[in-house]
T-cell receptor
Framework: DAGVTQSPTHLIKTRGQQVTLRCSPKSGHDTVSWYQQALGQGPQFIFQYYEEEERQRGNFPDRFSGHQFPNYSSELNVNALLLGDSALYLC??????????????FGPGTRLTVL | QKEVEQDPGPLSVPEGAIVSLNCTYSNSAFQYFMWYRQYSRKGPELLMYTYSSGNKEDGRFTAQVDKSSKYISLFIRDSQPSDSATYLCAMRAMGSSNTGKLIFGQGTTLQVKP
């Protein structure tokens, strides 16, 4: 049973560039959430996708956008990169929105470094 | 003030010790409480999931929730060197508008020495 996978593992970009991160959910899951984890901090919720639509959003600027595909995989796009965007980006998958037990399973993350 | 406060540690204990990890929170709407374990440069792994107040036990791990005090704990019995990791508490409120929006603590770094 494949867990949550993310690509790439590491990424180095320069300020002002754009980046796309990818996530495949755990088998059987249809909901994807994205988090940003700065060094020494807990993850911060960016947004959640279900049925190819953004359903929830955290306190992140519009430079952060996403997409979900019919196969439930998802992309996170960040435009106009800032030094402060350097972090571990985590994808978590779960099943549905209606249940109260939407246990989230995390992938290994993509480490983004902005120079 | 952060919604969830967690002492970052580091916490160092000898092998076999009982470990107590704690989080406090300010949002009384939180109903679901989780503990994740995160090894260095890896994604968080779900350890315990608790709804509302009470205790839950799973092997060497016990999670406690005291909603009246807005305080949650994770106890690890007979700690092992393999338990050395960062432990993150996470929580969320009820309702479809909060589904998926986990609020995490800063994480506590634990080292278990052989």
């Amino acid at each position: 049973d494949a867990g949550v996978t993310q690509s790439p593992t590491h990424l180095i970009k320069t300020r002002g560039q754009q980046v796309t991160l990818r996530c495949s959910p755990k088998s059987g899951h249809d909901t994807v959430s994205w988090y940003q984890q700065a060094l020494g901090q807990g993850p911060q919720f960016i947004f959640q996708y279900y049925e190819e639509e953004e359903r929830q959003r955290g306190n992140f600027p519009d430079r952060f956008s996403g997409h979900q595909f019919p196969n439930y995989s998802s992309e996170l796009n960040v435009n106009a990169l800032l030094l402060g965007d350097s972090a571990l980006y985590l994808c978590a998958s779960s099943l549905g929105l209606a249940g109260e037990t939407d246990t989230q399973y995390f992938g290994p993350g993509t480490r983004l470094t902005v120079l | 003030q952060k919604e969830v406060e967690q002492d970052p540690g580091p916490l160092s204990v000898p092998e076999g010790a009982i470990v107590s990890l704690n989080c406090t929170y300010s949002n009384s709407a939180f109903q679901y409480f989780m503990w994740y374990r995160q090894y260095s440069r890896k994604g968080p792994e779900l350890l315990m999931y608790t709804y509302s107040s009470g205790n839950k036990e799973d092997g060497r791990f016990t999670a406690q929730v005291d909603k009246s005090s807005k305080y949650i704990s994770l106890f690890i019995r007979d700690s092992q060197p393999s338990d050395s990791a960062t432990y993150l508490c996470a929580m969320r409120a009820m309702g479809s508008s909060n589904t998926g929006k986990l609020i995490f603590g800063q994480g506590t770094t634990l080292q278990v020495k052989p």
